[in-house]
């Protein structure tokens, strides 16, 4: 699986134009609309921000914001992004939880080669899911994503849905000191344990903000972990509020109850019944206060709990006539910068990734067969949590040693302490798939193999 520059460019030439808008596509939440597509000029560029007061941060952005500008397709319609690169260094666009041709993926030498500073790149694909997904590079990621290039994706349902409102909240600790100056995004030490941990804890950019929610509707809140190491312990003391969707997909509606863990790059969508006028709530990590959720007065008639969100069109795994795998998840301490390489912490199966070495997807880990039915048994060997993610696919986790498991779809499993889970899945994308460990530190010290189905 290699191609040339000019392959690439050359893939350009015939797409035309694309019709872009300024801002991106015209939106409106729960009105179905004629347009097929969903364009938007998505522009990366360097752009400082004020995190703590009175200082700068140079922050890196996707179209002028950090996290990046939120996108918006709709079940069954195209997003079409010209991403246009102007940092000074390559990068790509991975859409997680997406499920995309392997050319759209965003993975640098296995979809496409790294996008240039100066070049742009078309993204255009078929969004089949309905729910909350996000964007970021697939390169340099410790530094990429650790400066602010993440971004949320919603995919609106094709039908509305029984929600009149709804707020994004993305979630990031930046890795800044008290000036707001950038600290290292890897620590090796760190990297070897739970990841290297940001201090600045914030909602859409802001620390601490105070989020106002219509008093007596119930709104959609859509809850994405957008950082490279923090498990957020949500908790929402006081508040009646019920899970609704687990990183894009649907869930029979349950009660929240006293904690979820939402690990990097998972998604939570909560349905929240907003108490009378002048309210506050918490919205915590474990004790610490996130954000305050405060009710304002709204003219509307009081809303109900809505109904489940409908399935999305995941093909369902026979666990009867599927094949077993297993991956372990393993620390292993090679420390080899005394060679220049990278220091390997982590592997699959015995197998570090490595990734200054563009040919290690030319080695899978596994090889499924195109719409094989599969069960991953997935052993993490550690005491450090590890979200782990597969591109191209939902899967559904079945059960866990540790905790019970309601079956759901999703794209990133949190494997706890020690944990046994498994998953299954239909291999019904062929492609070379990523398969990893979210805490980028991990990821970027081996915690990562490619996955093939043909
Ligand atoms: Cu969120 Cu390999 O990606
Ligand atoms: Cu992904
Ligand atoms: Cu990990």
């Given at each position: 699986?290699?191609?040339?520059?000019?392959?690439?460019?050359?893939?350009?030439v015939?797409?035309?134009?694309?019709?872009?808008?300024?801002?991106?596509?015209?939106?409106?939440?729960?009105?179905?609309?004629?347009?097929?597509?969903?364009?938007?000029?998505?522009?990366?560029?360097?752009?400082?921000?004020?995190?703590?007061a009175?200082?700068?941060?140079?922050?890196?952005?996707?179209?002028?914001?950090?996290?990046?500008?939120?996108?918006?397709?709709?079940?069954?319609?195209?997003?079409?992004?010209?991403?246009?690169?102007?940092?000074?260094?390559?990068?790509?666009?991975?859409?997680?939880?997406?499920?995309?041709?392997?050319?759209?993926d965003?993975?640098?030498?296995?979809?496409?080669?790294?996008?240039l500073?100066?070049?742009?790149?078309?993204?255009?694909?078929?969004?089949d899911?309905?729910?909350s997904?996000?964007?970021?590079?697939?390169?340099?990621?410790?530094?990429?994503?650790?400066?602010?290039?993440?971004?949320?994706?919603?995919?609106?349902?094709r039908?509305?849905?029984?929600?009149?409102?709804?707020?994004?909240?993305?979630?990031k600790?930046?890795h800044?000191?008290?000036?707001?100056?950038?600290t290292?995004?890897?620590?090796?030490?760190?990297?070897?344990?739970?990841?290297?941990?940001?201090?600045?804890?914030?909602?859409?950019?802001?620390?601490?903000?105070?989020?106002?929610?219509?008093?007596?509707?119930?709104?959609?809140?859509?809850?994405l972990?957008?950082?490279?190491?923090?498990?957020?312990?949500?908790?929402?003391?006081?508040?009646?509020?019920?899970?609704?969707?687990?990183?894009?997909?649907?869930?029979?509606?349950?009660?929240?109850?006293?904690?979820?863990?939402l690990?990097?790059?998972?998604?939570?969508?909560?349905?929240?019944?907003?108490?009378?006028?002048?309210?506050?709530?918490?919205?915590r990590?474990?004790?610490?206060?996130l954000?305050?959720?405060?009710?304002?007065a709204?003219?509307?008639?009081p809303?109900?709990?809505p109904?489940?969100?409908?399935?999305?069109?995941?093909?369902?795994p026979?666990?009867?006539?599927?094949?077993?795998?297993?991956?372990?998840?393993?620390?292993?301490?090679t420390?080899?910068?005394a060679?220049?390489?990278?220091?390997?912490?982590?592997?699959?199966?015995?197998?570090?990734?490595?990734?200054?070495?563009?040919?290690?997807?030319?080695?899978?880990?596994?090889?499924?067969?195109?719409d094989?039915?599969?069960?991953?048994?997935?052993?993490?060997?550690?005491?450090?949590?590890?979200?782990?993610?597969?591109?191209?696919?939902?899967?559904?986790?079945?059960?866990?040693?540790?905790?019970?498991?309601?079956?759901?779809?999703?794209?990133?499993?949190?494997?706890?302490?020690n944990?046994?889970?498994?998953?299954?899945?239909?291999?019904?994308?062929?492609?070379?798939?990523?398969?990893?460990?979210?805490?980028?530190?991990?990821?970027?010290t081996?915690?990562?193999?490619?996955?093939?189905?043909?």
């Amino acid at each position: 699986m290699s191609f040339t520059r000019r392959q690439i460019l050359g893939g350009l030439v015939g797409l035309g134009v694309v019709g872009l808008g300024a801002g991106g596509a015209r939106y409106w939440l729960g009105r179905s609309l004629d347009a097929k597509t969903h364009d938007y000029e998505l522009i990366a560029a360097p752009l400082d921000l004020e995190l703590v007061a009175g200082h700068t941060t140079p922050a890196w952005a996707y179209g002028g914001q950090a996290p990046g500008v939120e996108l918006r397709s709709r079940q069954g319609d195209w997003l079409r992004v010209r991403f246009i690169n102007k940092l000074d260094e390559p990068t790509t666009i991975h859409w997680h939880g997406i499920r995309v041709p392997l050319e759209m993926d965003g993975v640098p030498y296995v979809s496409q080669l790294p996008v240039l500073p100066g070049e742009y790149f078309d993204y255009r694909f078929k969004t089949d899911d309905a729910g909350s997904f996000w964007y970021h590079p697939h390169l340099s990621s410790a530094h990429q994503l650790g400066r602010g290039l993440v971004g949320p994706l919603i995919v609106e349902e094709r039908e509305p849905t029984g929600f009149r409102h709804e707020k994004v909240l993305s979630l990031k600790t930046w890795h800044v000191d008290q000036e707001g100056a950038f600290t290292a995004f890897s620590v090796p030490r760190e990297a070897a344990r739970e990841g290297t941990r940001g201090r600045l804890t914030t909602i859409n950019g802001k620390p601490l903000p105070t989020v106002e929610l219509p008093a007596g509707q119930v709104v959609r809140l859509r809850i994405l972990n957008l950082d490279n190491t923090v498990t957020y312990r949500l908790n929402l003391p006081g508040a009646e509020a019920r899970i609704y969707s687990l990183d894009g997909h649907p869930v029979e509606p349950r009660n929240l109850g006293k904690e979820y863990w939402l690990g990097p790059g998972m998604r939570i969508e909560l349905a929240i019944k907003v108490p009378a006028e002048g309210t506050e709530l918490p919205l915590r990590n474990g004790p610490l206060r996130l954000a305050t959720l405060k009710s304002v007065a709204s003219s509307e008639a009081p809303g109900d709990w809505p109904a489940a969100l409908p399935a999305n069109p995941v093909p369902e795994p026979d666990l009867e006539k599927a094949e077993v795998l297993r991956f372990n998840f393993e620390w292993a301490a090679t420390l080899a910068s005394a060679t220049g390489q990278p220091n390997n912490y982590w592997q699959i199966n015995g197998k570090a990734w490595d990734i200054n070495d563009k040919t290690c997807a030319d080695r899978p880990i596994a090889k499924l067969k195109k719409d094989g039915h599969y069960i991953f048994e997935l052993r993490n060997m550690a005491q450090y949590l590890h979200p782990i993610h597969l591109h191209g696919m939902a899967f559904k986790v079945l059960d866990s040693d540790r905790k019970s498991i309601i079956p759901y779809f999703t794209d990133t499993y949190l494997l706890g302490k020690n944990e046994t889970a498994r998953i299954a899945l239909v291999a019904d994308n062929p492609g070379i798939w990523m398969f990893h460990c979210h805490v980028i530190d991990h990821m970027e010290t081996g915690l990562m193999a490619a996955i093939e189905v043909a």
